[in-house]
């Protein structure tokens, strides 16, 4: 007999996991996991000198890593993260981080904008030494212009 989907979310939710676990399962250290303690933003429970995390944590974990990948601070994460726990209207919290989200853009697209610029400068470097390889240039003094 199969059980129901209610009860496998339920089994689901209630499930723990050990710190091994998780480092495993997001390939990251456990060193970096108790770093996410410190910081607030996982909260296990323990049993005796072991931690334990709940699917709160496993999600919150997973969270974090994220906004990591996205290139949010710690700060900006916990806010994301507890934001999702937040029983309150969220309108005031989703317009901090839809504000945080834009700030963050505007950053990567100068940096876009700063990487062309750069990988154009490069291409050019490249041909000017090129062309004075095959001897069209005279001066090297040429190339670094």
């Known amino acids: 007999m199969t059980e129901s989907p209610a009860a496998t979310a339920a089994a689901a939710s209630s499930r723990t996991f050990t710190i091994t676990e998780l480092s495993a399962e997001f390939d990251i250290t456990p060193r970096a996991i108790r770093f996410y303690e410190d910081v607030g933003l996982l909260e296990p429970a323990r049993d005796g000198r072991n931690r334990v995390y709940t699917h709160r944590d ?20 916990k806010q994301l993260v507890d934001m999702y726990e937040s029983p309150d209207d969220t309108h005031q919290q989703l317009q901090a981080f839809l504000g945080i989200l834009r700030q963050h853009r505007s ?39």
Do not use: F, P, W, Y
């Open 107 to 145: 950053q990567l697209e100068q940096q876009l904008e700063d990487l062309q610029v750069t990988l154009a400068e490069i291409a050019q470097h490249e041909d000017r030494c090129l062309r004075m390889l095959e001897g069209k240039s005279g001066e090297l003094s040429d190339a670094i212009d």
């Open 58 to 77: 496993r999600t919150r974990l997973k969270l974090t890593l994220r906004g990591k990948r996205l290139g949010l601070s710690l700060q900006e994460i």
